[in-house]
């Protein structure tokens, strides 16, 4: 039997009785889809959510010689893994998919100039919606920093939402056995600089010590992603991999996984009914910190006003991509 296709903006898995009234944001997404597969459980759970309006999804580079996958083209693998995945859900989406840069910034002020930096840009400038604009980053950032030194007029039309970036004193400790710089800041470290240091682009941090805490055991994705149709197979046998990798290497596997990029959805998808906000999440408001070209993070005093995320409401993140994954497999095998 073959199988249904669909386009983003529509919801065939969720019923008339309980139809979504539209999106209430737009969402671009940024992620390295040929790297860690927390970033395919994200995007997933981007488009079956209704309430954002999905304009791009960019697949971005990871770092030279990276272990999930060494390069030199991981953009271009990253859009592929992308239509791999998106031919198994069954969704059109080609005319969002864009290939980011495959290489970082070499300095501060010469960007990528990229389709990628150039969708950014158009979406922010739009001049005929006044929905809210997030770019949601769970990588690297250099299609982002290169969007804004080749137009920083973006600054006032959107807001970034990025996974990455060291604890901020005061507020966690490192972790131990710590590598440095911290691994999505580790992928473009000029990037980050331009986004810290010289931008006044808005910024949501969810840093190291937040994504870690993103965990799911073995036997919630065994009983309710792997049973969920070919797409939570893909999704499960995708961790697979990492597990035979850890296994090779000879460290002892653990009964979790940190879906680090989930909370790009909770955080834009999930925002509360009234006064749309993150409200079921925890933030501060701290001056943006220097990035030095190590990629540590000096505090400054006058820095601008970025928000650092101290809780995240993973109840409400995991039970909901649970759900629509369940909604989505039930539509599949009826169709």
């Excluded at 992620?31 to 395919?40: I, K, M, Q, R, V």
């Excluded at 272990?67 to 969002?96: C, I, K, Q, S």
């Excluded at 296994?247 to 959805?265: N, Q």
């Excluded at 933030?283 to 070209?293: E, I, K, Q, S, Y």
Aim: glycine residues 8%; negative net charge; aromatic residues 8%.
């Amino acid at each position: 039997m073959t199988q249904p296709t669909w386009t983003l903006g529509r919801t065939p898995w969720i019923s008339d009785d309980d139809a979504h009234p539209g999106p209430r944001c737009r969402v671009i997404v940024d992620n390295d889809f040929s790297g860690d597969p927390d970033d395919l459980f994200q995007v997933v759970h981007h488009v079956l959510s209704p309430s954002v309006d999905i304009r791009a999804i960019i697949g971005s580079h990871l770092r030279p010689g990276d272990p999930f996958d060494g390069g030199p083209t991981t953009a271009a693998n990253a859009v592929a893994r992308l239509r791999e995945l998106f031919a198994v859900m069954g969704l059109d989406a080609e005319d969002r998919i864009v290939q980011g840069s495959d290489v970082a910034l070499v300095d501060r002020t010469t960007p990528q100039d990229t389709p990628a930096a150039r969708a950014i840009i158009a979406e922010a400038m739009r001049a005929d919606v006044d929905t809210p604009l997030y770019v949601v980053c769970g990588g690297g950032l250099t299609d982002l920093a290169s969007a804004w030194l080749l137009e920083p007029a973006i600054s006032d039309r959107l807001t970034v939402v990025w996974i990455g970036g060291p604890e901020h004193p005061g507020l966690a400790a490192e972790p131990p056995g710590v590598t440095d710089p911290e691994y999505n800041l580790a992928i473009d470290v000029v990037a980050g600089q331009v986004l810290f240091n010289d931008a006044d682009l808005p910024l949501w941090q969810v840093p190291r010590n937040m994504y870690r805490q993103c965990l799911v055991s073995d036997i919630e994705l065994r009983r309710r992603v792997a049973t969920r149709g070919a797409l939570g197979r893909f999704l499960y046998d995708a961790l697979g991999g990492v597990d035979r990798f850890v296994r090779a290497s000879g460290a002892l596997r653990a009964e979790t996984y940190a879906l680090g990029d989930s909370p790009l959805v909770l955080l834009t998808a999930l925002q509360s009914y009234f006064q749309p906000d993150t409200s079921s999440s925890d933030h501060v408001v701290v001056p943006a910190p220097r990035l030095t070209d190590d990629g540590d993070a000096e505090p400054r005093a006058d820095g601008r006003p970025i928000r650092v995320y101290t809780r995240l409401d993973t109840r409400l993140m995991f039970e909901d991509m649970f759900g629509k994954l369940e909604a989505f497999a039930q539509w599949r095998a009826q169709a």
